[in-house]
């Protein structure tokens, strides 16, 4: 799976957009982008996931750029509950070790009020 | 609720022990994953399970062992060979479409 760089921690204040930023430009044409956060303590949750389109769900929106070596989840209005670490995640379809997910470190975004 | 479950929270053993930590769902999945955490990383894959009674190495299998004697349950092992054991274990599971993996609470294990 290509390997994905995040910045290690962002701020954000309550009520503005939160946009993280995500680098994969080892990115092939059969991976998807996967993003996940996990609160303290606590499991992953799964946010959304896009290969090329941008997509949006009631979480968040994804905006995968053209050259698909790049992507940004942004989380419209970001809310205390939204602090925890982001995880940028490149996984191919295929099957490989059972599509199972290969985090890195992520990005840990603290909301302030 | 549809879920998964692991059994305890917290998890204390000498260490030498053997430990097992429970996993459970009821979201009728196929696939199930142990992963394990330590503090300020990410996660990193120890066993996963496609099928019942098929399960594959991930990326940190020694000192591990695992089963799959039934769909909804994929019990892990730490044994005492094991060299580091105490951090952070998750268990998830995927259904058919393998695009959202579904994760447990977690089980902190301390071997003192």
């Known amino acids: 799976d290509a390997k994905t760089t995040q910045p290690p921690s962002m701020d954000c204040a309550e009520g503005r957009a939160a946009n993280l930023p995500c680098n994969h430009s080892t990115i092939s044409g059969n991976e998807y982008v996967y993003w996940y956060r996990q609160i303290h303590s606590q499991g992953p949750q799964y946010i959304i996931h896009?290969?090329?389109n941008n997509e949006t769900n009631e979480m968040a929106s994804l905006i995968i750029t053209e050259d698909r070596k790049s992507s940004t989840l942004i989380l419209p209005h970001a809310t205390l509950r939204d602090t925890a670490v982001y995880y940028c995640i490149v996984r191919v379809a295929d099957g490989n070790s059972g599509y199972a997910l290969n985090f890195g470190k992520g990005t840990s975004l603290l909301v302030t009020p | 609720d549809g879920g998964i479950t692991q059994s305890p929270k917290y998890l204390f053993r000498k260490e030498g022990q053997n430990v097992t930590l429970s996993c459970e769902q009821n979201l009728n999945h196929d696939a199930m994953y142990w992963y394990r955490q330590d503090p300020g990383q990410g996660l990193r894959l120890i066993y996963y399970s496609q099928i019942v009674n098929d399960f594959q190495k991930g990326d940190i299998a020694e000192g591990y062992s695992v089963s799959r004697e039934k769909k909804e349950s994929f019990p892990l092992t730490v044994t005492s060979a094991q060299k580091n054991p105490t951090a952070f274990y998750l268990c998830a599971s995927t259904g058919l479409t393998y695009n959202e993996q579904f994760f447990g609470p977690g089980t902190r294990l301390t071997v003192l």
């Open positions: 896009g290969l090329k």
